[in-house]
């Protein structure tokens, strides 16, 4: 299991200039080896590989001074992020998606450099919440070292530059935690009105990080393009522009970490839909709820949070096709449009919130899979069967198990 630690750094006004520099000089390499690329297809027809241009920053830091100053895992990496760019296009080619060519990276957007090859001792100097760390050809860089790292073999390290400032990210691969088995699991069926609604009837309320924060951003938006371009002031403005919709992302980051944590804390597998996110933004009128609300990164946290894998729990995707739109109580189809909040059957006269209608389905879903023999005749009974044995079919669904 690999894990990523992140902590803020603050190098000094020397250390900063060197970074600034090196970062340009990863930009340069990038869009010098993309140029490459695509003049030998035009030109061509051909193609340029990584082993091609990894070779060729042999002469290149043979013969200068600047380059042979520049780690040669930060170089590597630059090109190793240009052929993981031409892979994933290539790809999505093959599936009949938007084909997304690789571009070229303006000023100031190359925004961090990664070191394979790093110090013995990777972290010194601890006292307290700050100490130092080794970064390669560079020295030692102030770091808040506010929680320790794992035990286990350091891979990589990542400096990132971010609006709020430096920050370090340490890669470390530890022992992989034994899955433990299923005794009780909860569905979960997100929403836009509620951000979840959980099998048990309990509602999420959905924060709405971006559209409360729309005004300040609009605000910051209005100044930035009244300001001239490549000016002081404009790049000021930029810079807080940038922090604004960090602290967005922050937020947002921050809640989906505690809803998780929340939900491992109480069940040992969580079940979701497996939705098709991409899809779904098509839709003009939702898109930028659904995006705000960010239900693709808040599953993506339920299979990476570090209590479902340090603990060896379970995060189960379901097929999402019909969940609302089935009864829970008798299982006859009952059609029914997004604006209609409210479940009602004729069948059996059930009536019940229709998100948590839909999360039962999803709960029953995921025991159906795994081969199990749960029946659920009214949300009560739900309740009575969250401890089922039947999750404990080796038939999983799961994510990262």
Same mark, same amino acid.
């Given at each position: 299991m690999v894990k990523t630690y992140q902590y803020r750094i603050y190098p000094t006004k020397a250390q900063t200039q060197t970074l600034e520099t090196q970062l340009d000089a990863c930009r340069n390499i990038y869009n010098q080896a993309l140029a490459w690329r695509k003049n030998t297809y035009e030109q061509k027809g051909g193609s340029v590989s990584y082993v091609q241009q990894a070779n060729a920053l042999t002469p290149l830091r043979g013969g200068s001074t600047f380059w042979s100053s520049l780690h040669s895992d930060v170089l590597q990496d630059t090109l190793r992020r240009l052929d993981k760019g031409f892979k994933a296009f290539f790809r999505r080619i093959k599936a009949g998606e938007n084909r997304g060519y690789p571009r070229f990276k303006g000023q100031g957007r190359y925004r961090s450099m990664t070191f394979s090859h790093l110090a013995k001792t990777l972290i010194r100097g601890i006292g307290g919440r700050m100490a130092r760390l080794v970064v390669p050809k560079m020295g030692e860089v102030k770091i808040c070292y506010h929680r320790p790292l794992p035990n286990g073999n350091i891979k990589t390290l990542t400096v990132q530059r971010k609006a709020s400032g430096w920050y370090a990210n340490i890669t470390v691969e530890v022992d992989d935690v034994p899955k433990a088995a299923i005794e009780t699991a909860v569905g979960v069926d997100v929403g836009l009105e509620s951000f979840l609604t959980t099998s048990e009837g309990e509602k999420v309320g959905n924060p709405r990080h971006l559209r409360r924060a729309e005004l300040k951003l609009k605000r910051k938006q209005r100044i930035v393009s009244r300001r001239k371009k490549t000016s002081h002031r404009r790049r000021k403005f930029v810079h807080e522009l940038a922090k604004q919709h960090e602290h967005v992302a922050n937020q947002r980051k921050d809640f989906h970490g505690k809803t998780a944590h929340r939900l491992?804390? =109480?069940?040992?597998?969580?079940?979701? =839909?497996?939705?098709?996110?991409? +899809?779904?933004?098509? +839709?003009?009128?939702?898109?930028?709820?659904?995006?705000?609300?960010?239900w693709g990164t808040f599953i993506s946290t339920l299979g990476t949070c570090a209590k479902a894998e340090n603990a060896g729990l379970h995060l189960l995707c379901v097929p999402p096709h019909g969940t609302s739109q089935i009864c829970s109580g008798c299982g006859e189809k009952v059609i029914k449009s997004l604006a209609v909040r409210i479940h009602r059957c004729n069948s059996c006269g059930l009536v019940l919130d229709r998100d948590h209608n839909a999360a039962i389905n999803i709960l029953r879903v995921a025991s159906t899979l795994r081969g199990g023999a749960l029946v659920v005749n009214s949300p009560n009974e739900a309740r009575n069967h969250t401890d089922t044995r039947s999750f404990t079919s080796p038939r999983a669904l799961a994510v990262g198990s």
């Open positions: 491992y804390s =109480e069940y040992d597998a969580v079940v979701v =839909e497996d939705l098709q996110i991409t +899809n779904m933004v098509k +839709n003009h009128h939702l898109a930028k709820s659904i995006s705000d609300a960010a």
